[in-house]
Structures are given as structure tokens and as C-alpha cells.
């Protein structure tokens, strides 16, 4: 039977690590995380399960994980987040190939709670994750944020039943600081892309961004919270291309 190794990095997650890690139990045959140097009781709590745990400076979220990758023992990888955790359902979907993987990765959905609900609409459902993969195949790329897993050109790709669980931020408050680190995170990565931004830009993909999750994907239909994901979502998009065109002056100007 292959051996799966569970690959995590972490920075001060002392909230949610715990409900991860269990979720990983019968499932991974090794756990590898990586930490950032956490200040709170993230390697106490990792302490308590079965895990190798290195300490390794953050190099962005791309770097971080392609680094974690070269550590797992097993080439059959499942990759999470800190503040996700397998279903009942997702558990017995990966049980269910363990002994007879057909495929060089697999996706599943990822279902996301926001103040205690779980959105199914918007751009959030059914916001399909490949996690589960052979790392001969491939490696993590794209940007240092929103990064993704991409499978060598041929690589063949199954899907599994049940939603990896996701809680992406504790409040509010937490929503609007993430999307403002995220926004300058995602503008030095579009400007070392060589992206550039013009003075309507930044309002063209405000309002596209909110009408493609509020009416395209339907975001309405989560109520208030839906309401609330799609304006933030389009207000980040706003500042991202706002400093995208800052950097763009800047730079032009030296």
C-alpha cells in the first residue's frame, strides 16, 4: 500500500493546528510541518501528535511549500493548511485509494466557513483544491500567494468526494487585516511579474470582481455573510491594482 506524507506549514496557528492534525489520523503515514519561528502554542500543541516539526524561515507561501516538499519521506503527498482539516467524507475517499492510486494527483472541493457559517456560493464553493499528489509530478508555483500545485504537462488528475474544511478568518476585523497584507503581497508579485496597471485598472477589476462573485457565482444566495465576502473580495482587488500602479510610478521614476 503507498504511504502518504502529510506536508503543513504553520505560523502561530494554535487555533486550528490541533483540529488539523487530528483529522489527519489513519490517514497520513508521516506528518511533516514546517514552522515560521511560531510565538504561540503551535509546537506545543504538534508536540502532542506523531510529527516531525522544523523550524524554517518563511520564504512566502509558494517557497515555504515547495521547501516542506523536499523534506516529506513518501512521494504521495497531501498538502494542508494549517486551518483546514479532512471531512468524514474526504477521510474515507482518500482511505478508499490508498491501495490503488490510478492517478498522479486528485482534487477535491474545499468547503470554507466565515463567522461560524459555511459558504456554498460566491467564488468559495466549490473552490476545487488539488492536495492530494505524487511530488515527481510536479511542484508548487504560480505566485508567493495563492499558490497552486501544478502536475507536469501529462500528469493525470482524479476527483474525490468530500470537502476539505476550511476556516479562513476568525472575524471581521481579521478578514480586513488578511486582505490588506494580502492585497501588498499580491501587488510585489504582479510588479516582479512585470504586470501593469493603468489609472482605470484598479476600478475595472472592483467592479467586475464583486459582480462575478455577488451575480455570476451567486453569492447573494449566502445572505449577509455572502454580501460581506464579495465586497471584501473586490475592495482587496481594488488595493492590490491601486498599489500594482504605485509600484509601477515608483519604479518608473528611479
Known amino acids: 500500500m503507498p504511504k502518504i506524507s502529510a506536508v503543513i506549514i504553520t505560523f502561530n496557528e494554535e487555533l486550528f493546528i490541533e483540529k488539523c492534525l487530528a483529522s489527519l489520523d489513519g490517514i497520513a503515514d508521516e506528518i511533516v510541518v514546517v514552522d515560521s519561528f511560531s510565538t ?5 500543541i504538534c508536540k502532542k501528535f506523531n510529527v516531525r516539526f522544523i523550524k524554517h ?3 512566502g507561501y509558494r517557497d515555504q511549500k515547495n521547501y516542506a516538499l523536499k523534506l516529506a519521506t513518501h512521494k504521495n503527498i497531501l498538502s ?29 472541493n474545499r468547503l ?3 463567522c461560524g457559517d459555511w459558504i456554498r456560493h460566491s467564488e468559495w464553493y466549490p473552490d476545487r483544491q488539488l492536495r492530494l499528489f505524487c511530488s515527481d509530478h510536479g511542484m508548487w508555483g504560480e505566485l508567493n500567494l495563492h499558490e ?12 474525490l468526494q468530500g470537502d476539505l474544511l476550511h476556516w479562513p478568518f ?18 510585489e508579485e504582479f510588479y516582479k511579474a512585470g504586470k501593469k496597471a493603468n489609472i482605470f ?22 445572505g449577509h455573510n455572502g ?20 509600484l509601477n510610478r515608483n519604479g518608473a521614476g528611479k
Not at 40 to 44: G, M, P, R, S, V
Not at 202 to 213: A, C, D, E, K, V
Not at 228 to 244: D, F, G, P, R, V
Request: charged share 30%; with cysteine.
Open 201 to 222: 485598472t484598479p476600478y475595472i477589476h472592483f467592479l467586475w470582481g464583486f459582480f462575478r462573485s455577488y451575480i455570476v457565482h451567486k453569492g447573494f444566495l449566502d
Open 57 to 59: 524561515e518563511f520564504e
Open 170 to 187: 476568525l472575524s471581521l476585523r481579521d478578514h480586513i487585516d488578511k486582505m490588506e497584507r494580502y492585497s501588498t503581497i499580491g501587488a
Open 227 to 246: 454580501y460581506l465576502i464579495c465586497s471584501m473580495y473586490a475592495k482587496s482587488t481594488l488595493s492590490k491594482y491601486k498599489k500594482l500602479r504605485q
Open 80 to 108: 494542508l493548511d494549517a486551518d483546514e482539516a479532512l471531512s468524514d467524507r474526504l477521510r474515507e475517499s482518500i482511505i478508499s485509494i490508498k491501495d490503488k492510486w490510478d492517478y498522479d494527483g486528485y482534487r477535491f
Open 112 to 114: 470554507n466557513n466565515y
Open 40 to 44: 504561540d502554542a503551535t509546537e506545543e
Open 148 to 159: 497552486k500545485f501544478i502536475l507536469s504537462n501529462g500528469a493525470t488528475i482524479g476527483k
